[in-house]
């Protein structure tokens, strides 16, 4: 029967990578359709940040929307900038969490820096 099939609905990457939208954006939408079938039926927007990651069993139950690749498939979160698709009252509603993930790249982009200019330093001593 139909009506008890479960069906997910995500954004991935128009030719069918293993690249999806960061669980924050798919919640900026869903806070602002009410759903993701509900919400615009395709993207282009501008990528923010990129994480890597390799399906395991922890990523499998903390990202369930991905349960459905094989463990051991690379995939890529793109955070992306959904401000065009959001009103106010959502972009105010998650701005703290985007600002927190601004202020984390700034400071793992602050780290690899340094640890980039200290092998410059170590290799010419």
Same mark, same amino acid.
């Given at each position: 029967? @139909?009506?008890?099939?479960?069906?997910? !609905? /995500?954004?991935?990457?128009?030719? #069918?990578? =293993?690249?999806?939208?960061?669980?924050?954006?798919?919640?900026?939408?869903?806070?602002?359709?009410?759903?993701?079938?509900?919400?615009?039926?395709?993207?282009?927007?501008?990528?923010?940040?990129?994480?890597?990651?390799?399906?395991?069993? @922890?990523?499998?139950?903390?990202?369930? !929307? /991905?349960?459905?690749?094989?463990? #051991?498939? =690379?995939?890529?979160?793109?955070?992306?900038?959904?401000?065009?698709?959001?009103g106010e009252e959502t972009y105010q509603h998650f701005k703290s969490d985007f600002d927190r993930r601004s202020k984390a790249r700034h400071v793992k982009e602050q780290k690899r820096k340094k640890y980039r200019l200290r092998l410059?330093?170590?290799?010419?001593?």
């Amino acid at each position: 029967e @139909e009506s008890s099939v479960k069906r997910v !609905y /995500f954004y991935q990457c128009v030719d #069918g990578q =293993p690249i999806f939208i960061h669980p924050l954006n798919s919640r900026c939408l869903i806070h602002e359709y009410g759903s993701i079938e509900g919400s615009i039926p395709e993207l282009t927007c501008t990528i923010v940040a990129m994480e890597h990651y390799t399906q395991s069993p @922890e990523l499998r139950s903390r990202y369930r !929307y /991905f349960s459905h690749l094989p463990l #051991g498939c =690379p995939f890529i979160l793109c955070e992306v900038d959904v401000t065009p698709f959001i009103g106010e009252e959502t972009y105010q509603h998650f701005k703290s969490d985007f600002d927190r993930r601004s202020k984390a790249r700034h400071v793992k982009e602050q780290k690899r820096k340094k640890y980039r200019l200290r092998l410059c330093v170590d290799t010419t001593a």
